[in-house]
């Protein structure tokens, strides 16, 4: 059901990939809701994903642009102005990656050539977007930037990996800049701390079906969908929240307040007699 709390307001989303991709559901709850908006990702995974279908499902545009290259993101800005017919008034970053974690490098021994990577995608980027709209004042008064954040910003879950460490750089950004954009142009910078999710990124976390299934039973509301993530991006897009900003915003059925529910004990209570199926090694677990 649309709303048109969007209505003639003006957007870009970054890292819509394919229908998994919660950024996607954002771009298509934001057309419905009646803003026109641009779409962006790496030249590479719009070759690799659907990113050029959706644009022609919006009746849109899809600009490559690196999100960590200043240069790139000058271009994206001016060129979805011009086609948009003016300043923006939302932003989706929808971006991470590890290469840590796709080379499966345990924590206690990163690259650390991958994790300046996964520091610059998934976190400093955000830094580089919100720096060149306010250097190209493109972004309206009481406009709304959102980032995909994550709990294990806060806490520590194994095999989220150094993209723990990217996504408390990532809520910290949004309050540095969020006061200063408050300040100065009344926009707006938050954080949604989403559930564990299924989407293209999600997949490569180690043991992400056994935490989507842990966040479900410990959840009293069961783990928020990729739709319900896009909803509630759209209510701080919206006017109704205009006074919403440096806040991480959980959308998690709950969990983040849990300590331990009923229906997690029983599955735990379940399992104490039976041996790990992870595999034999000791070493396995040895930092687990």
Not at 149 to 164: E, H, I, P, T
Request: aromatic residues 8%.
């Amino acid at each position: 059901m649309s709303y048109n709390l969007l209505q003639g307001k003006r957007g870009i989303i970054f890292g819509a990939l394919n229908p998994d991709s919660i950024a996607w559901k954002v771009a298509e709850r934001a057309h419905e809701e009646g803003a026109t908006l641009t779409l962006s990702n790496t030249a590479i995974a719009m070759r690799m994903g659907e990113t050029q279908q959706l644009a022609k499902k919006l009746n849109t545009e899809a600009i490559p642009a690196d999100a960590t290259n200043v240069d790139d993101l000058n271009q994206l800005f001016t060129q979805s102005m011009d086609i948009l017919g003016g300043k923006i008034d939302f932003i989706l970053h929808s971006i991470g990656m590890s290469p840590n974690v796709r080379k499966d490098r345990h924590y206690s021994d990163l690259n650390y050539s991958y994790l300046d990577k996964t520091l610059d995608v998934s976190a400093i980027s955000f830094h580089k977007v919100l720096q060149t709209a306010r250097k190209l004042d493109a972004i309206n008064e009481w406009g709304s930037v959102v980032a995909l954040s994550y709990v294990a910003a806060q806490r520590s879950f194994f095999g989220y990996n150094d993209m723990a460490d990217a996504k408390a750089l990532l809520e910290s950004i949004a309050r540095s800049f969020g006061y200063i954009y408050g300040r100065e142009r009344n926009v707006r910078i938050n954080t949604i701390s989403q559930s564990p999710t299924k989407t293209t990124a999600g997949n490569g976390v180690k043991g992400f079906d056994r935490l989507l299934d842990f966040a479900e039973r410990m959840s009293p509301l069961g783990n928020a969908t990729a739709d319900d993530c896009a909803d509630y991006c759209i209510t701080l897009f919206s006017d109704l929240t205009k006074r919403v900003t440096m806040q991480n915003l959980f959308n998690d059925g709950g969990f983040s307040s849990m300590g331990m529910s009923l229906r997690a004990l029983q599955q735990y209570e379940k399992g104490l007699h039976e041996d790990c199926e992870c595999g034999p090694a000791a070493d396995e677990h040895l930092y687990d």
